[in-house]
């Protein structure tokens, strides 16, 4: 059972089979909604047969509905739903998916990999798309494979600890090595990046693996922490009116070159009127 904390909680209750509603998850499927947040919802508020685990939207907000830990009704059947983390993104056909959206949708599928032990991101085996399961267009080629699948590499790639310096620094165990060099790290306001953390201090004390602390021990913790790593950078704000904008240039267009027609067919009706006029006053 999984939730993500970079979601917001929006659950249904539609999901699960008579059989089961456990899934041992082997795959994400990407989805294109062919509609926006309102529509998205209202399907999975209504008596349609269909829920996902995940919304992206445009303006980079993520929405869990069902826990990855059950299955949802998103790609067709059960074969198709079993074993697989349905993700819908906010949007239609010819919309690439936006800057925000791209950057929410890559943490998610991140935070996806390590807790469901997915191995190494692939198309041929655990990133696939909605057509592949049922005879549809989805998710209309708004996926960027050739970025998504190296940035997810790049951000599933373990950092490598820098090595420590000196000694280390002596640090006497009490209640908090109930709960391992975990409880450690957090009694010290976690210092570093946890796995960072983690390796510096096996290294130091020359552990293997994790040790069961005793309270009074001593062990060696590293002396210093890298520097933070800088914030990301905030996500392209995204134009709320941009699909109005681009159906009113439409119109305008379509305007002047009715506007044009309009003027030519005068001009020929003015000269088919003079031709006329000339012809009467030869006749008499």
């Known amino acids: 059972m999984a939730r993500y904390s970079g979601a917001k909680w929006r659950p249904t209750t539609k999901h699960g089979y008579g059989s089961t509603d456990t899934n041992s998850v082997k795959r994400v499927i990407d989805h294109s909604a062919e509609g926006y947040r309102g529509g998205m919802f209202a399907v999975l508020d209504g008596i349609r047969q269909a829920s996902w685990h995940f919304s992206v939207m445009q303006n980079g907000e993520v929405y869990q509905h069902v826990d990855t830990g059950q299955i949802s009704w998103g790609a067709g059947s059960f074969d198709a739903n079993n074993g697989s983390i349905n993700i819908e993104h906010e949007g239609v056909k010819g919309q690439a998916l936006t800057s925000a959206q791209y950057s929410a949708t890559l943490k998610l599928h991140a935070w996806i990999w390590p807790v469901h032990n997915l191995g190494t991101p692939s198309r041929s085996t655990n990133l ?8 549809t267009a989805c998710p209309s080629n708004r996926i960027p494979w050739s970025r998504l699948i190296p940035d997810l590499k790049t951000a599933l790639a373990p950092a490598t600890p820098p090595t420590p310096v000196g000694d280390g620094i002596a640090y006497t165990i009490g209640p908090e090595g109930a709960r391992g060099l ?7 306001g976690k210092p570093q990046n946890w796995d960072t953390w983690l390796k510096q201090t096996l290294l ?81």
């Open 128 to 135: 696939k798309e909605h057509k592949e399961f049922l005879a």
């Open 204 to 284: 130091l004390n020359g552990w293997s693996g994790t040790p069961v602390l005793q309270i009074g021990q001593v062990i060696q913790i590293p002396g210093s922490a890298p520097a933070p790593t800088p914030p990301p950078p905030p996500p392209t704000p995204v134009d709320p009116c941009a699909d109005l904008k681009t159906q009113l240039a439409k119109v305008t267009k379509d305007k002047e070159e009715w506007r044009q027609r309009y003027s030519t067919i005068m001009t020929r009706y003015d000269k088919l009127k003079t031709a006329v006029l000339a012809a009467s006053r030869l006749a008499v």
């Open 182 to 188: 975990y409880g450690v790290w957090e009694k010290l």
